[in-house]
Every structure is written in structure tokens, then in C-alpha cells.
């Protein structure tokens, strides 16, 4: 196992009023997402647990560049991982994102 | 005095010899090895039907079976390399050199083979090029093909894998060759004749059906939500934009994906009728959805799939048919539909380079191309317009004068950034190559040409290569959308985003695509249960991908 943490300043705030959402499982290739409406509307946060040990350069650009495309100001996003391939976290962080853009219902 | 009849002397001598071991033109499966030692001679030329799908195997078998020492030397010229009895000859020293043109089940041991100088290669072909130099400089002496069903008198009939039965038989038979055909049984009146019997020398009864494997069925719970966000981006940023209604899929489950979300993601793009209605294809299970749902015209094939007999039949508006209600393929037909009248193909790859040459060889596994390379080029003597291809080649020439300037046919590779085991599709440098050099060889085994491609198009984006002005932009669309592999990582961030502004390169978002949207259940089919069901039980799959 290995933990990372990086803490990004973000564009602006996340749309909607959604406080809490969370997308995908804990799964051989795949990852869970758990993503919270907790910070200030200027910072992200991303908490990874990951199986796979030794990627900490890819976290960095995959975390880099979700923070520049989708600007989630406000959001701490906890992501448990099975190993899985940037382009499925890319996926689940885009996903996780436009859940909590929801408004509540 | 000049000898013009030396071939039909040949011929002659060889139908002699083998009608010792013939009653008529049948003969018997035991006799079957030294039948063929008698009518082969060394340094012959023997195109032992192996086609992408259906395999003359008994005739295969028997051929791996003759003594060296009489018949000894062939020279293989065949489409595909399949069955471990194709490189057999080679192990045993029957034959020695290869021209060939797809070897997927075969592409490591055929590596280690060539690596092990027990082959000598002529050529990889693709298939059309294979074809024709069966007409000009490759032409068999002897033909060893497959079929269903003979009558007495020789007629075949090959059912729905017709696939490259006519094109070999004609450049053998109408060139003094022999033709020798393995049939499961031997009929009175057989349902169609696809080869007449006077093209047709012996034909021996193997009791069992030639071998077919199902290549083109791809199993709907196996695509991921990544290939999903890919053919949802091709849907939108391709097939809409240029209208593309005349196409080509390749076999991957990326296409495979499209299929399933033309009557779901399509539909609700209201696309219908609009694009992908007339295709150049085998019957692909996966889009029976679509074809249920009213999206399909017609369909052309370049051999059958296992599976889907009875609802071909059903569907002869549809699909190619022959009067007992039979699909009818034809490979060498199909491939020229494919190159001259489709606007686009698309389909996955192995490795793309900087300068989006594609290809599907690695060092230990050479697979060969079959017939991507002909859907997967421009056809530079196509001479109508269409929508797509007009647009293409403006595209490409904006400053051209439009009567004079060439379209352009779309040709797309899709592909997640990663593939199988976690390997780039995204390289600087093709395994290609490196055989090349190993192996020594003139050409590098690239199956599409980076000239050819106009659209990469991965989970990252759409990179539209026709936009691309120099070398230096065309690499950067590249590694643009080559996501977090090495190449992705190495490009320069600010160049990427001034292609992006110009809408060379266009991301999910740019075009508007919810990545909530990349979920399995945008598929019109999740299961190959439910493909059963969208065909009204007419689908019947093969036991290896039923789990009911």
C-alpha cells in the first residue's frame, strides 16, 4: 500500500450544492471515489490509498491535470485504489466531479 | 521449336497421377497424403487455403504429413497462417518460403520461425495485394481449398464462408493449376453452386466440417467504461461532423462499443439514418442492436461468423444472399468495397509512433496485417464525391482549388492510451522497426502509414491529423491525446493547448460528452445473452460464449 496526498489551488468553486457524492469500486483495475464538499471554494485536496506502490509521478500529472481541466474548488476527494490505469482515474475524478455538480435533490 | 502448352502438360501429368488414388474426382481421406505427394512436385508454388476464418484443415494436416525427401521446397502463398499444420511444412522441410498476409493465432510461433531461419519470407501482404499477385507473379500450381458440400461432379458449396474461395480457384485453375477441395460431405444436389465443378480437379470427402472460428464476436461484458468514453468521442467528434455513413469497423472492443451505442448514445444524438448505414463487414454480432432498431441498409461480408447463419437468413434485405438463403462473402469483393466505397474505416492498433504510424508487431509476435491496411488507406484512384470525403480532403488542402483537390477517406485509430496488461499504445520508436533490422528486411511490417491516418482518437481526446500543418504540430496532436504513457507525458503543454484552440486536438468536454455518461449502461447490449435476445433467438452463439 502507499498514501499520497496533494493539495492543489483550484480556479474556481465546484458547481452545485451536493456535499457529499462517491462513484466506482474498490476493484482489481478499478478505484472508489469519495468526493466531499469541505474545503475553501479556492482548494482541492486529493487523499489516494493505493495497491500499486512506486506511481507517485503519474498520481502527480493525472492530479495536475484534473485540477486544471475541471477547476474543483472546494472539494476533498478521497480515492481508494485497486491498481488501477490513469485513464480510469482520470475517468472516475471527472465523474466524481460532475456527481456532486448536482444540485441536492 | 517453342513450347507453349508446358503448363497444361504439367496438368495433365498431375491429373493422371492423382486419378491413381481417385475414383472420379473423389478421393478417399486415408488416401489423402499420398495423393497429394503424387500430384505436388518440389518448388511448387501452393496456396493451402488458410483464410482469415475458415481452414482447408484435413487438407493442412495431410500436407504436413508427405515425405520431405519426395516433395520438398514449396513455396506457401496463402492469406492465412492459422492452423499450427501451416508452419508444420515448414518445421518438416515440405516447404520453405512464406508470402503471406495475417497470422493471428500463429504470429509467435511464426516470429521464432523466421527469427530461426527455418522460413524464408517473400512478403506480409495485405489481403488484396496477396490476391492480386496471385494473378500477375505469385499464381499457385496447386490450390488446396474448403468447402462445405460437393456433388459428384465437383460443384462446391462453401455456405457462408465463401470468403476467398472464387479469387483462389480462378488463378489457379484458369492458369493450368490444380485445384483440390475438402468438402464434409459429398451430395447429390447441392443447396448453391459457389465453384463450378469444372474448375474443381478432386475433391476429397473429410466427414467433418472444415474448421471456422469466430473471430468477429466480441462479448459486450467485457467493455469497459473507457472504451465507452472512446466511442462516445468518435460518435459525437467523427461520424456526426463529416456524415459518415459508408464505413468500415475494425474487430476490437472499441468498434464493438460504437456498435452497441449507435441505437442508445446515437439515437439520442438523432443520428439515425444519418451516419453508419452501409457498411463493408462481417456479421459482427454486436451490431445486431442496431440493426434491429432500424440504423443499417446493408452490409457486405468477407466471410461469416459463427453464430449468425439463421439470422442472416432472416435478414436477406440486410445482407449479401444466395438463393438456398445463405450468406454469400467474398473477401476479395469486400476488400475493393472497403477500399473504393467507404468513406471511412476505423480501428484499433498495437503501437502508434510520433508520426502516427501504426502497427500490430511486437518483437515476439508477428501478426500480420489481413485486410486493415486496404480499409485503412486512401484509395488514390477513387474518382466520386461524397460528403465525408470532401470535407476530409478540405480539411487537408483549405487552399486548394475544391474541382481539382483529392478527398480524402477518414481513417481512424481508436484505442485507450493503455492497452492489454497496462502496455502504450503511444510509442517513439515501432517494434517494426527493430524486426526490420533484425530480420533484415527492406520494409518495416506497418500496417497502416502514418500519411493514411486522419483521426487518432483515444479515452484523452480527438487529435484530427488532416488540421496539422507540419511535423512538428502532427507529433504534438499525437502525444496530446497519448494521455499519461511516456509520449503523453513528453509533449509540450502549451503547444497541445493552442491545438486544442484550433480544434486539432478536441477533448471530451470540448465536445460537450458527460463523463457520466461512460457507464456500462449506455450499451443496447450488456451480454451476449442479450445480443440472443435483440435477435429474437435467432443469434445462436458458440457454447465458448454462453455461460447460460
Redesign the interface.
Known sequence: METLSYRHKARERAAGSKSLAIIGVVASGNLEVLVERVLPDTQCQVDINTAAVGFGA?WE??IADFVA?RSPGGLKLSINDGGA????V??RL??AV??IEEDEE | MKNWNAQRTSLTERLADGSRYASGKTVEAADLSNFLQAVIRPGDRVCLEGDNQKQADVLAAALADIDPAKVHDLHMIQSGVVLPEHLDVFDKGVARRLDYSYSGPQAARIARMLFGGKIELGAVHTYLELFARYFIDLTPNVALIAAVSADKDGNLYTGPNTEDTPTVVEATTFKSGLVVAQVAEIVDRLPRVDIPGDQVHFVVEAKKPFFVEPLFTRDPAAI???QI?TAMLAIKGIYAPYDVKRLNHGIGFNTAAIELLLPTYGERLGLKGKVATRFALNPHPALIPAIESGWVEQIHSFGSEVGMEDYIRARPDIYFTGPDGSLRSNRAFCQVAGLYACDMFIGSTLQIDLQGNSSTVTTSRIAGFGGAPNMGSDARGRRHPSEPWLQSGKEADPDGQAPLRRGRKLVVQIG???GDK?VPLFVEKLDALALAEKLNLELAPVMIYGDDVTHIV???GIANLLLCRDKDEREQAIRGVA??TDVG?RRDAKMVQRLRERGVIR???DLKI???D?DRSLLAARSIKDLVQWSGGLYAPPSKFRNW
Request: glycine share 6%; hydrophobic share 30%.
Open positions: 503519474v500529472a493525472v481541466r490505469r490513469p485513464d480510469t482520470a475517468l471527472a465523474q460532475r456527481l | 469497459t467504461e473507457g468514453l485507450e492510451t493503455f497496462n483515444t479515452e484523452e494521455g499519461y507525458r477533448r471530451p468536454e458527460d463523463p457520466l461512460a
